[in-house]
């Protein structure tokens, strides 16, 4: 469970977060929607400790996150990075095994590159991938080695940034599908950051819009549509006509 309560962050005089209370049960699939700059990617930043919020607390399985052992705390989290985020010169598998290979998580080597190709297998990957280099695979495999790292430790948590973002349509489709199959079967509670609408509708449980600051509508995926909220209507229907400023 993960609990933000009344969350607040400003860069200089740029308030971007200004009161943000979001409530992700356990298990649940969360995907947080909102315009460039509204602020999502501080909100992730925030809950893995990155970034330092002003005020408001932050809870994960109802312990302040910021009375937690580092370590011990970010050993329960998996993240698939916007863009992939492989480290070019490092074969596959030990991309996907990084977190086994050093700290808290370490397992003998044979055993981390065992874990990693059964990874890869989950995400559709064959074994001959393992040892290939990032930059060999096409960007829709290199997203499916994100992927495979995000799931190597078994994490309880899970981030996905912009998990579709260069994909082409298919391949996006394939990328949710995949997310949302192995969410439910790890059990894991899943935050979302998109702008891809079909990702929304395909991982989502529930739905949180940031705006100006805040959740400005959350609700689950189902009830997205009929909302009555014309920011989040404009935004799902992505209509230059609405509330919100097109120019930014
Ligand atoms: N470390 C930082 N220092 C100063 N300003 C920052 C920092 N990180 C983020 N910001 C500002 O916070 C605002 C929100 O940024 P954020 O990256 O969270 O937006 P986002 O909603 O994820 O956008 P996008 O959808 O475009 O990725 C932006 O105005 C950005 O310039």
Redesign the pocket.
């Known amino acids: 469970m993960i609990r933000l309560t009344d969350l607040h962050k400003s ?2 005089n ?1 308030a ?1 977060l200004r009161g943000v209370d979001l409530h992700v049960p356990k298990g649940e699939s969360m995907v947080v929607i ?10 992730i930043k925030c809950i893995l400790g990155l ?1 330092t919020p002003d005020s408001g607390v932050i809870e994960v399985d109802g312990q302040d996150v910021t009375e937690a052992d580092r370590d011990a705390f970010l050993a329960r989290f998996g993240m698939l990075f916007q863009g992939g985020a492989l480290f070019d010169s490092l074969p596959v598998w030990q991309n996907v095994a990084f977190r086994l290979l050093r700290g808290s998580l370490k397992r003998p080597k044979s055993e981390a590159r065992e874990i990693a190709i059964e990874k890869l297998r989950r995400v559709g990957l064959s074994s001959d991938v393992a040892d290939r280099l990032p930059a060999e695979l096409s960007g829709g495999m290199q997203k499916r080695v994100g992927l495979a790292r995000a799931i190597a430790a078994n994490p309880e948590i899970i981030f996905f940034d ?1 998990p579709t973002t260069g994909l082409d349509p298919i391949m996006a489709g394939v990328i949710n599908d995949l997310i949302r199959e192995i969410v439910t079967e790890m059990g894991a509670t899943a935050i979302t ?1 998109t ?1 891809d609408m079909a990702s929304v509708r395909a991982i989502a449980d529930d739905v949180a819009m ?1 705006h100006a600051g805040k959740v400005r509508w959350s609700g689950p995926v189902s009830k997205m549509d009929d909302s009555g909220d014309p920011y989040l209507h404009q935004f799902i229907t992505g209509s230059a006509e609405g509330p919100i400023e097109a120019i930014r």
């Open positions: 860069f200089g740029n971007v909102g315009g460039s700059g509204t602020g999502k990617s501080v909100l970034i912009e950051i702008h940031l």
